[in-house]
């Protein structure tokens, strides 16, 4: 039987979906390596993922405004990550390697500790939902890929494309909250993007929890209500501070 939603319980802890919940690093690492062997072996692999990150971040406001189309985007930020190694790459190679890249995207697992931390959450009274930002289609296969989509009820899910606001803007939590049935006060945003997420949680006036594994600098005059690396003891953490603040 299903609860009523008037009787659920409104706390809530949203997910980012790229790099958060699953390593993006593992199918850019093998397109780069199908399609660049050579440049795989010169180049470092995580280096070269952060600047393709910076660079799509960097080229994301324009694509949003219709400044600049999917594909152009997907294949400047790679030129460009590619550009600051002093490497120069064509057209067609980066299309290839994006090809290969969404292809891999397919094939994602959870990172470990996902699941867990989902149960344990659950168990302790809190909604579970995504906010993502990409195209719909795009990132509902790779929610199906992960089996996200066995866990997180539909309605939980916001993905840019469909919803037509892009995080950091916080009109899209905004959003979240009138959809979900929450209040900012009652949701935690989990991600690894300190100016998507953790800047557009906080402006939405949600708490953040950054994610971290990578050893990223953090930005200035905010402080993140966590910062944890992995998922191990993430609920407990999170279950942990909101006892405090009670």
Request: charge should be negative.
């Amino acid at each position: 039987m299903n609860q009523d939603a008037s009787l659920q319980p409104r706390k809530a802890v949203f997910f980012d979906l790229d790099d958060t919940l699953y390593d993006q690093l593992v199918p850019f690492r093998n397109a780069v390596a199908e399609h660049l062997p050579e440049h795989a072996e010169s180049l470092p692999a995580d280096g070269l993922f952060r600047a393709f990150r910076r660079h799509s971040d960097l080229l994301w406001e324009p694509y949003a405004g219709g400044e600049l189309p999917l594909e152009t985007m997907r294949v400047m930020r790679l030129v460009r990550a590619f550009a600051d190694f002093g490497v120069t790459i064509d057209e067609r190679i980066s299309v290839s390697v994006q090809e290969a890249y969404e292809a891999g995207q397919g094939r994602i697992r959870f990172l470990p500790g996902v699941e867990a931390c989902f149960s344990e959450l659950a168990r302790s009274g809190y909604r579970i939902g995504v906010i993502t930002n990409g195209p719909e289609q795009h990132q509902w296969r790779k929610i199906r890929a992960l089996g996200l989509d066995r866990i997180v009820p539909r309605e939980m899910v916001f993905i840019s494309g469909a919803v037509g606001l892009t995080k950091p803007d916080p009109r899209l939590f905004e959003h979240v909250n009138r959809l979900s049935g929450t209040d900012p006060e009652q949701c935690i945003f989990v991600g690894d993007s300190w100016e998507n997420d953790m800047l557009g949680a906080r402006n939405a006036g949600w708490r953040g929890v950054w994610f971290n594994p990578r050893g990223n600098r953090p930005g200035k005059d905010y402080a993140p209500h966590l910062i944890v690396s992995d998922f191990a003891d993430l609920a407990a953490f999170i279950i942990k501070s909101e006892e405090q603040c009670l």
